[in-house]
């Protein structure tokens, strides 16, 4: 066994699964397409209150001045947001999009960004990503990565099936997220302590809001521009613990 071998394994089920919901998504009527996309919003709103959870986790609460869990989950987003939007991500994302779109060959009229863009952060959001990720840097198994890899093989099976060639097209930044944090187990040993985590499994169960909202087309929020939060908040989880 290699390092880095449970991200390819997750790469290999993303891109299976797309491959088999697009070859059974061009046999489904345009309002069973639609009944799958609707569907798929509502779980992802039912992955994101697992992921609120920790919010309320008395570990959490605890690691954290009392009564600053809250304001530091406002202040990652808020910041994060903040930074996301000066770098313009959500955009750079959709003209990534954009340009796999061509590169594929679909349609501009196909739902191609869309499929890239949600399946992208759905995939790459979420604390099996991070530790499953630093898990098999410091080689101590790729057991969460194999579990989030049967998550995400059926999870792209039903996106491709209704967002088509866009989903498979997610599989790109997937490795570079997870085998970015691959590399920060290797060299680093153990990166982030259980708060921390926790702190980026809140902010980004509030993103999987986002995307089912979206998914819902209840309210398009730039998600993309969220990201940072990931980044920030396990930072100002530190500055608060150490108060």
């Not at 390092?3 to 919901?21: K, M, P, W």
């Not at 996309?37 to 709103?45: A, P």
């Not at 930074?83 to 196909?110: Q, V």
């Not at 995400?152 to 989903?167: E, H, N, P, Q, T």
Request: net charge positive; proline share 3%.
């Amino acid at each position: 066994m290699f390092v880095g071998l449970g991200t390819l394994i997750n790469v290999v089920a993303i891109a299976v699964g797309s491959f088999l919901g697009i070859s059974l998504g061009s046999k489904l009527a345009k309002k069973s397409q639609k009944m799958i996309t609707d569907v798929l919003g509502l779980i992802t709103l039912l992955g994101a209150t697992s992921a609120l959870i920790p919010l309320w986790s008395t570990s959490f609460i605890q690691a954290l001045p009392k009564g600053s869990s809250l304001l530091l989950v406002l202040a990652s987003m808020l910041f994060g947001g903040l930074i996301g939007s000066a770098l313009n991500l959500e955009k750079r994302l959709d003209s990534f999009g954009e340009k796999l779109r061509k590169r594929f060959g679909a349609s501009s009229e196909s739902s191609f960004i869309e499929g890239f863009v949600s399946s992208s952060l759905l995939f790459v959001i979420g604390p099996l990503a991070i530790l499953g990720s630093v898990s098999d840097g410091m080689s101590q198994g790729i057991d969460q990565l194999i579990l989030k890899s049967s998550l995400d093989f059926f999870a792209s099976m039903a996106f491709a099936s209704s967002l088509g060639w866009g989903v498979m097209a997610s599989i790109i930044p997937v490795a570079i997220y997870q085998g970015a944090w691959t590399v920060a187990g290797f060299f680093l040993g153990s990166v982030l302590e259980p708060y921390q985590i926790e702190a980026m499994t809140i902010c980004g169960g509030l993103m999987l809001v986002g995307i089912g909202l979206r998914l819902l087309n209840i309210k398009k929020i730039a998600v993309g521009n969220l990201l940072p939060a990931l980044v920030v908040a396990p930072i100002l989880a530190t500055v608060l613990h150490s108060l």
